[in-house]
């Protein structure tokens, strides 16, 4: 440990040097009093300071008071050194703020067990700062990436407003979210989310300047500072820098997870003027970029920090449901029209709303799609149909193809055909048991698009069909290739197939261009044996309907899994 000797008198200077050396000491030595005071106001002055009292110039007491007007922090241990011995002398001394008082002629085992008791206090001293340096650490940064918290952040915030304010410039700030995190969270654990935050860290400091100030704020959210920028849309640089960073794959133990990222941005003055409404308005702007299927980054408008509209409070009631896992799925049994054996199923999504109860997609997947939540919520659809396939078949049951219904808007938004390799890869789902089904409509509109796109999944092993066929009006049978493997006709032309003479020509015509084609039907919506056998009578392939099965959660859908294998187990025997 360090000891500053502030002595005058050279004899009892040496003596003092020469002992404290062999006991291991690193002595630093004062002549006289301007010289200790020189060191004592240096940043890396000793704490353990042995002061003469009577000294040319500065005496030891004045600058025992100059040390201890500075404050204890961190603390200088004073022992004086002095010829007084008066007891008034030493309370003065003492008073003035010495810890402790050594009189001459003095013994040197006094010394020594003088600044060993000096020692502990320096030692005690600087371990209780290094805790509060801790303890302040921890209450500022977060424990997992080591970012600065949400407190840090406001504090940081402040400070650069204050200063855009002083310099006249402007400022940028971006609320972040990781998209998928939950699913990652809730089906490879909270173990996997962690890495996958820090790495998520890494990759958005990597895309910064030092001056940056990246936090993180609880969850998957991270915010970022980006002071002195000139535009407004200098930020929009960086956030592209940032969404590109999310597109190499992450490594993660054994996985190979596919995570991108949702940017909002908000700028001083434009957007706000205090910490709270910039925040605000950019995590705002971050929604509108999730609503557009997320994988990008959206600036805050003045317009949207006004009231919320009605249109809005319900759309943020679907993304908050989303978030809250408020979705379940439902699954209805395709049969073979001829056999009765089960095909497959279509998976049909519904809203367990904690008020309203069970809501079906025509309350909300319009809306959903007006707003381009259908992107998230198709992507929620998709992955958790496949999860369930997977566990059924992990689970022992005999394979079957799962189909989700798929809108135009998640085949039109990014990269759907990787979407859907990244779910199979995710899930471990063999594609040949993922179904799509997407309307004639959807087709027809994007056509050139839409077949190009089907045609690469269908490449993969995935089965496309068309849905409602018939409600469109047009007719397929001028693609060369047609991109799908089944038709569904549209239940309007079932209702009353048996009686109605142009819906049953209407059926028998869809039935035989299909397998003129060489693609499968499904007749949907099938309600009565009437329809049924009327339907086995013009050849339809497959059916769906209440007839056979209403649509049922993933329980009661098991069930009629096992029951269906147990029949055709008796069947086998009984063929044996
Ligand atoms: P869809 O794909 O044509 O699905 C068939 C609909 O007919 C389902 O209604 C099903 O419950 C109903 N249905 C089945 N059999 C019968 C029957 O015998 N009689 C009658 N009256 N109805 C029957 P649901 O579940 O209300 O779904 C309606 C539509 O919402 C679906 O039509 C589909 O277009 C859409 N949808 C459902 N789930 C999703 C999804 O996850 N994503 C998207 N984008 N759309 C979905
Ligand atoms: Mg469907
Ligand atoms: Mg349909």
Redesign the pocket.
Known sequence: MQVLIAEDDPISRRLIEKTLAKWGYDVVLAQNGQEAQRILRGALAPRLVILDWMMPGTDGLTLTREVRKRGNDPYTYIILLTAKSLKQDIIEGLDAGADDYITKPFDVHELKARLRAGSRIVELQSQLLGMRDELEDQATHDFLTGLPNRLLFGDRLTQKLAEATRHKNMLSMMFLDLDRFKLVNDALGHNVGDKLLVQSADRIKSCLRDVDTVARMGGDEFTIILSDIHDPLDASEVADRIVQSFSPPFKIDDHVLYVTTSIGISTYPKDGTDVDTLVRNADTAMYRAKEQGGNCYHYSTEMLAGAPSAQMKLENALRIALDKNEFV??Y?PKVNCKTGVMLGA?????WQHPEMGLL???QF?PL??ESGL?VP??EW?LTEACTQNKKWQDEGLMPMEVA????VK?LTHGDFVATVKRVLEETGLNPEYLGL?L?ETTIMNNTSQAVGILQELRAMGVRVSI??FGTGHSSLSYLKNPPMDTI?I??SFLKNIASDPDNAAIAGAVIAMAHSMNLRVVA????TLEQLDFLRSLNCDEM????IS??VGADNFKQIMVSEEAAADAKGKRAA
Not at 524 to 527: L, M, S, W
Not at 544 to 547: A, L, T
């Open positions: 799925l439902h209805q279509e998976a049909l999504v519904r079906f997609p025509v997947i959903a799609e259908v919520l198709g659809v989700v219904n798929i809108s998640q089904e309307t849905d409602d569904k549209d239940r949907e919506g099938i309600e769906q309907g209440y007839f209403r649509p």
